[in-house]
């Protein structure tokens, strides 16, 4: 069985089309097999995003790490007017966020691959993350742990994590260098704003 962070050219291809609202605004968002919470927004990224919108700063420059079909990314830059990147190492969901990011006219940025942050050479107000908890801790710390060498000096990290895969040991071993609170909590996924020390 392939996981959604592997690339499987095999895999079939079954398009479809995921609706979000907010505000009163109305997102689509092609989605396929392969790829994570293909057949409906996950929790953890709502609850993260709609945390995240409530006290965004317009017109900044963000970073999505593990953008999947690019839903957190494309929300926040049409919503906050800001220039959003979005990386996976999963080639269908980059190709998903290219194809997604077509349908929002208004949206500065662009998806590419990169494994973490490999591929990334700019630097970023805020970098945003529902991070691949499956793929294991270490992965999950190389994100966390990184994202400062990739934000300006006063940069900012918001992410996602539940309370049983591990939250609140990632937010102790975080705390050796960055200042992390627990913006927001629900259904045992908690929301984490982080920033350097
Ligand atoms: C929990 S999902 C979140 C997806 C998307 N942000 C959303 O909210 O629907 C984590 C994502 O990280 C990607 N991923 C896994 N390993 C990665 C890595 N080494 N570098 C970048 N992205 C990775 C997966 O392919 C997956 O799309």
Redesign the pocket.
């Known amino acids: 069985m392939s996981?959604?962070?592997?690339n499987d050219n095999n895999l079939k291809s079954e398009i479809k089309e995921l609706s979000y609202k907010y505000d009163s605004s109305f997102f689509a968002f092609y989605s396929d097999n392969g790829?994570?919470?293909k057949n409906s927004?996950?929790y953890?990224?709502?609850l993260?995003?709609e945390t995240y919108l409530k006290e965004a700063e317009n017109d900044i420059r963000v970073l999505?790490?593990?953008?999947?079909?690019?839903?957190?990314?494309i929300v926040i830059g049409v919503f906050t007017n800001s220039y959003v990147d979005?990386?996976?190492?999963?080639k269908r969901?980059v190709h998903l966020a290219q194809k997604n990011i077509k349908r929002y006219k208004d949206f500065k940025g662009r998806a590419f691959l990169?494994?973490?942050?490999?591929e990334i050479q700019d630097k970023y107000n805020v970098i945003?993350?529902?991070?691949?908890?499956?793929?294991g801790k270490d992965?999950v710390l190389?994100?966390l742990e990184n994202a400062f060498d990739h934000m300006e000096d006063d940069g900012k990290l918001y992410f996602v994590i539940r309370k049983d895969q591990g939250a609140l040991s990632i937010k102790k071993r975080l705390e050796s260098t960055q200042k992390i609170e627990i913006i927001n909590r629900d259904k045992g996924y908690f929301v984490f704003k982080s920033t350097k020390l």
């Open positions: 996981h959604y962070f592997e790829v994570f919470s927004i996950d953890g990224s709502k993260l995003l999505d790490v593990g953008c999947g079909y690019g839903y957190l990314g979005m990386i996976d190492v999963n969901a990169s494994d973490a942050y490999q945003i993350t529902n991070p691949p908890i499956r793929v992965k190389e994100i």
